[in-house]
Protein backbone atom coordinates (compact mmCIF):
# COMPACT_ATOMS: atom_id res chain seq x y z
CA UNK A 1 0.00 0.00 0.00
CA UNK A 2 0.74 3.45 -0.53
CA UNK A 3 -0.38 6.66 1.07
CA UNK A 4 -0.17 10.11 -0.67
CA UNK A 5 -0.27 13.33 1.15
CA UNK A 6 -0.65 16.31 -0.71
CA UNK A 7 0.45 20.10 1.18
CA UNK A 8 0.89 23.66 -0.13
CA UNK A 9 -2.27 24.51 -2.16
CA UNK A 10 -3.61 28.08 -1.04
CA UNK A 11 -5.48 30.79 -2.43
CA UNK A 12 -2.57 33.51 -4.69
CA UNK A 13 -3.06 36.03 -7.46
CA UNK A 14 -1.75 36.19 -11.22
CA UNK A 15 1.78 35.97 -11.75
CA UNK A 16 2.36 34.39 -7.97
CA UNK A 17 4.05 31.08 -7.45
CA UNK A 18 3.25 28.04 -5.13
CA UNK A 19 5.14 24.82 -4.28
CA UNK A 20 3.08 21.89 -3.42
CA UNK A 21 4.60 18.88 -1.86
CA UNK A 22 3.53 15.05 -1.49
CA UNK A 23 4.42 13.10 0.85
CA UNK A 24 4.77 9.57 0.40
CA UNK A 25 4.40 6.33 2.69
CA UNK A 26 3.64 2.72 3.06
CA UNK A 27 6.00 1.84 0.18
CA UNK A 28 9.63 2.29 -1.26
CA UNK A 29 9.33 5.87 -2.44
CA UNK A 30 12.39 4.94 -4.85
CA UNK A 31 10.15 2.69 -7.00
CA UNK A 32 7.56 4.79 -7.54
CA UNK A 33 6.66 6.79 -10.70
CA UNK A 34 5.27 10.12 -9.64
CA UNK A 35 2.42 12.13 -11.13
CA UNK A 36 0.49 14.95 -10.99
CA UNK A 37 -3.10 15.64 -11.50
CA UNK A 38 -5.69 18.72 -11.43
CA UNK A 39 -9.29 18.91 -11.64
CA UNK A 40 -11.97 21.34 -11.81
CA UNK A 41 -15.54 20.63 -11.13
CA UNK A 42 -17.38 19.41 -13.51
CA UNK A 43 -14.27 18.52 -15.94
CA UNK A 44 -12.13 15.68 -15.85
CA UNK A 45 -9.00 14.77 -13.86
CA UNK A 46 -6.12 16.08 -16.35
CA UNK A 47 -2.54 15.21 -16.06
CA UNK A 48 -0.03 18.07 -15.30
CA UNK A 49 3.75 16.48 -14.74
CA UNK A 50 5.33 12.85 -14.22
CA UNK A 51 9.03 12.31 -12.35
CA UNK A 52 10.68 8.85 -13.28
CA UNK A 53 11.45 6.68 -10.25
CA UNK A 54 15.45 8.33 -9.95
CA UNK A 55 13.86 11.93 -11.22
CA UNK A 56 16.15 11.71 -14.24
CA UNK A 57 13.09 12.17 -16.63
CA UNK A 58 10.20 14.02 -16.37
CA UNK A 59 7.26 15.63 -18.75
CA UNK A 60 4.73 18.36 -17.98
CA UNK A 61 1.67 19.32 -19.71
CA UNK A 62 1.98 21.60 -22.63
CA UNK A 63 0.12 24.32 -20.61
CA UNK A 64 2.61 24.72 -18.15
CA UNK A 65 6.37 24.37 -20.03
CA UNK A 66 8.26 26.68 -18.80
CA UNK A 67 5.92 27.81 -15.65
CA UNK A 68 6.05 24.16 -13.40
CA UNK A 69 9.02 22.04 -12.39
CA UNK A 70 8.41 18.46 -11.04
CA UNK A 71 11.28 17.52 -8.93
CA UNK A 72 11.25 14.67 -6.36
CA UNK A 73 13.76 13.90 -2.88
CA UNK A 74 13.83 10.02 -2.67
CA UNK A 75 15.67 10.64 0.69
CA UNK A 76 12.94 12.41 2.12
CA UNK A 77 9.89 9.95 0.51
CA UNK A 78 8.53 13.29 -1.40
CA UNK A 79 7.61 15.19 -4.93
CA UNK A 80 7.14 18.56 -5.27
CA UNK A 81 5.80 21.04 -7.28
CA UNK A 82 7.48 24.47 -8.17
CA UNK A 83 4.22 26.48 -9.75
CA UNK A 84 5.46 30.35 -11.04
CA UNK A 85 3.88 32.96 -12.98
CA UNK A 86 0.47 31.30 -12.05
CA UNK A 87 -2.02 31.84 -14.21
CA UNK A 88 -6.27 31.71 -13.69
CA UNK A 89 -6.44 28.87 -15.83
CA UNK A 90 -4.34 26.62 -13.49
CA UNK A 91 -6.91 26.97 -10.60
CA UNK A 92 -7.83 23.48 -9.69
CA UNK A 93 -7.63 20.59 -6.83
CA UNK A 94 -4.02 19.00 -7.61
CA UNK A 95 -3.70 15.47 -6.76
CA UNK A 96 -0.06 13.60 -5.92
CA UNK A 97 -0.57 9.99 -7.72
CA UNK A 98 2.03 7.10 -7.48
CA UNK A 99 1.86 3.91 -10.05
CA UNK A 100 4.85 1.02 -9.85
CA UNK A 101 7.59 1.40 -11.86
CA UNK A 102 8.17 -1.59 -14.51
CA UNK A 103 10.15 0.18 -16.54
CA UNK A 104 13.62 1.20 -15.87
CA UNK A 105 13.70 5.49 -16.57
CA UNK A 106 9.78 5.25 -17.31
CA UNK A 107 7.33 8.24 -17.19
CA UNK A 108 3.31 7.93 -17.48
CA UNK A 109 0.98 10.78 -18.20
CA UNK A 110 -1.86 8.41 -18.79
CA UNK A 111 -4.55 8.51 -15.01
CA UNK A 112 -4.81 5.16 -15.46
CA UNK A 113 -1.15 3.83 -15.01
CA UNK A 114 -1.67 5.28 -11.21
CA UNK A 115 -3.19 3.48 -8.62
CA UNK A 116 -2.67 5.83 -5.76
CA UNK A 117 -4.08 9.12 -5.28
CA UNK A 118 -3.67 11.99 -2.56
CA UNK A 119 -6.70 13.74 -1.02
CA UNK A 120 -5.68 16.93 -3.42
CA UNK A 121 -4.91 20.29 -2.33
CA UNK A 122 -6.70 23.20 -3.61
CA UNK A 123 -4.80 25.92 -5.74
CA UNK A 124 -6.90 28.41 -6.70
CA UNK A 125 -5.58 31.88 -9.04
CA UNK A 126 -7.21 35.03 -9.21
CA UNK A 127 -6.94 37.58 -11.62
Known amino acids: QVQLVESGGGLVQAGDSLKLSCAAS????????MGWFRQNPGKEREFVAT????????NVVDSVKGRFTISRDNAKNTMYLQMNSLKPEDTGVYYC????????????????????WGQGTQVTVSS
Open 97 to 116: AAALAYTINSYYTALSRYAY
Open 26 to 33: GRSFSSLV
Open 51 to 58: ISTSGGRT
